[in-house]
């Protein structure tokens, strides 16, 4: 499927199955954004993405490229069993949610980002939701495994990270400390650090504290 900007390859609508694989071209503006699959979660509890999603970014679009977005209430759960992969040099996102746990058992690929202001993004979250990875992420240089306020490293988890990356990053907000969780078996990597710029396993920002625990 190939769109211009703003485009959606598939919008999949309350229990929608989506299987097999999803190329989805960008074709649009050097600054547009496009997005691979939809979930829209509304009136569903949870939700399972059975596709795989490759981007192709024909034009090097800097303005932001997604594979898997889901939109849905609190308590609502989006499952990745894909493998969702990317090449962009910025703002290239696996699966981004507004408002839904994740829970990742899938493979998530995304190479160097040009900069780390612009950085890739294995799983990121707009809100206070909890990011599980059960799965495999792997992220080039500049860019983040995962973003969010609440994250858990399961035990049966790899996340890697390049030069100037960070594995997690964890945000604690006014009223709403982070939590990071890290599982025994849990493996986080960072490689291709040079002086200056080395990658950071997990980092923690915000207003608010971060709780840290390593079981």
Known sequence: IETPEKGIGIFASKNTNVT???????????TGTGMGIIYDQLG?????????????????TT?????VYTTAGTGNTLTNNGDITGSST???????????????????????AAL?????????????????NDGKITVGDNSY??????????GTSELTV???GVGIFAVGESGTPGNVII????????????????????????????????N
């Open 20 to 30: 097999g694989t999803l190329e989805y071209k960008y074709n649009g503006s050097t």
């Open 44 to 60: 569903v509890a949870s939700h399972t993405n059975n596709a795989n999603v490759k981007l192709t970014n024909t034009t090097n």
């Open 63 to 67: 303005g932001g490229m997604i594979g």
């Open 90 to 112: 910025a703002l290239e996102f696996g699966i981004v949610s507004d408002g839904a746990d994740i829970i990742n058992k899938g493979n998530i690929t995304l190479g160097n």
């Open 116 to 132: 780390q202001e612009n950085a890739n993004v294995g799983i990121y979250a707009k809100t206070k939701n909890t990011i599980t």
């Open 145 to 154: 495994g995962i973003y969010a306020k609440n994250i858990k490293e399961s």
């Open 162 to 164: 390049n030069k100037n």
């Open 183 to 214: 599982d025994s078996g849990a493996k986080v990597t960072v490689n291709n650090g040079i002086s200056g710029k080395e990658g950071v396993a997990v980092f923690t920002g915000g207003s608010n504290t971060v709780n840290v625990v390593d």
